[in-house]
Structures are given as C-alpha cells and as structure tokens.
C-alpha cells in the first residue's frame, strides 16, 4: 500500500512564493516520477511540473521560470517551490507519484487529497 500526502498550501499575496511538499509513503521500491497538478472548479485538472527518478524535469508554459520542482529521495518527498505567485495560480495541488510496490508488477499511479493554494490581496 502507497499514501501520498501533500501539505503547505496557504493564503499568499500576489508576487509571493510558496513551497508545497508532497510525502510519499508505504511498500516503495522505487517512485518513477511524480507530478504536481493543480484543478480550480469546473476545469479539468492540468500538469504543472513533473520530474522522474533520474531528476529530469518538466514544466507547463505557465509554470516555466517561476516554479521549481526537486524531490529529496531520502525523504520519499517531492517539493513544488513557486515564486511570483498571480490570482490565477489559485487552485488545489494535487500530486500524482507513480510508484514501483513491493509484491506487485509493475508501477502504479497514486493520488494524494490535494493542499489548497490561495493567491490574493
């Protein structure tokens, strides 16, 4: 069994920065890659950044230049540092790990509840 786990979400000001971690936990042999995705009501939710177990990373056109994925695999967690936040990245983050278990084939995608991200004045 795998949990995902995210936290951090806040109330910031426009132009400020916040980091959200994302935990993972449970029966892990390895985490392929994980994605941060972020969904505001009555839109679909979308891919912010992504980055594999060998470090490569990748962004949406909205996120290039002021957000920064990292992953500390000690920890099993995966950060979403974002700067110069405006009104629209209000949203709820979600993270998606795909993650190789102990005693199962193969790797399978696992969801976190999602930490909400509030950007206004």
């Known amino acids: 069994q795998v949990q995902v786990v995210e936290s951090g979400g806040d109330l910031v000001q426009p132009g400020g920065s916040l980091r959200v971690s994302c935990a993972v936990s449970g029966s892990i042999v390895a985490i392929v890659v994980v994605g941060w995705y972020r969904q505001v009501p009555g839109k679909e939710r979308e891919l912010v950044a992504s980055?594999?177990?060998?470090?490569?990373?990748n962004y949406a056109d909205s996120a290039k230049g002021r957000f920064t994925i990292s992953r500390d695999d000690r920890l099993n967690t995966i950060y979403l540092q974002m700067s110069s936040l405006k009104p629209a990245d209000t949203a709820v983050y979600y993270c998606?790990?795909?993650?190789?278990?102990?005693?199962?084939?193969?790797?399978?995608?696992?969801w976190g509840q999602g930490t909400p991200v509030t950007v206004s004045s």
């Open positions: 980055i594999t177990s060998t470090g490569v990373t």
């Open positions: 998606n790990a795909v993650v190789q278990s102990a005693g199962l084939y193969g790797a399978a995608p696992y």
